[in-house]
């Protein structure tokens, strides 16, 4: 091949790069002062979608797979492919499991250690007692 070949057009990938860029950065901006606009799981597919054209012309021009055979480009493209089959699954897990969330305690912020072991850390009471006494250890 000719070196007229692999011409890469810098400035237009560099632009089309931070422009990509600056529109993740303000959505997310724009999202985390108004959360009330779209749930967070629309937000990261929309960053998700502008970063897949970004990944996809670094993956072009500057691994320089445009100029290799398509069973190279097909190898580049497979772990996308297998983080998007990854992901999807965990998404809509996430949309629709929303309302059972398991890891949150209601009124935490009202909870009250127990005082019934108040020497240490509980352990002393059960130590000092005798074997032979015929009550259950605590």
């Given at each position: 091949?000719?070196?007229?070949?692999?011409?890469?057009?810098?400035?237009g990938?560099?632009?089309?790069?931070?422009?990509?860029?600056?529109?993740?950065?303000?959505l997310?901006?724009?999202?985390?002062?108004?959360?009330?606009?779209?749930?967070?799981?629309?937000?990261?597919?929309?960053?998700?979608?502008?970063?897949l054209?970004?990944?996809?012309?670094?993956?072009?021009?500057?691994?320089?797979?445009?100029?290799?055979?398509?069973?190279?480009?097909?190898?580049?493209?497979?772990?996308?492919?297998?983080?998007?089959?990854?992901?999807?699954?965990?998404?809509?897990?996430?949309?629709?499991?929303?309302?059972?969330?398991?890891?949150?305690?209601?009124?935490?912020?009202?909870?009250?250690?127990?005082?019934?072991?108040?020497?240490?850390?509980?352990?002393?009471?059960s130590?000092?007692?005798?074997?032979?006494?015929?009550?259950?250890?605590?």
């Amino acid at each position: 091949m000719s070196q007229k070949d692999h011409h890469i057009p810098l400035w237009g990938l560099f632009l089309a790069l931070l422009v990509l860029t600056t529109a993740e950065v303000v959505l997310f901006e724009v999202w985390s002062r108004n959360q009330w606009l779209m749930p967070k799981y629309a937000m990261v597919l929309l960053l998700l979608l502008f970063t897949l054209p970004k990944a996809v012309i670094v993956l072009t021009y500057f691994m320089h797979l445009k100029f290799e055979r398509q069973l190279i480009v097909f190898l580049a493209m497979a772990p996308f492919v297998m983080v998007f089959v990854a992901v999807l699954p965990i998404l809509t897990d996430i949309v629709t499991l929303k309302d059972q969330s398991y890891n949150q305690v209601p009124g935490l912020r009202e909870f009250v250690p127990s005082t019934e072991h108040s020497q240490g850390d509980g352990h002393e009471d059960s130590l000092s007692q005798d074997p032979s006494d015929d009550e259950p250890y605590h």
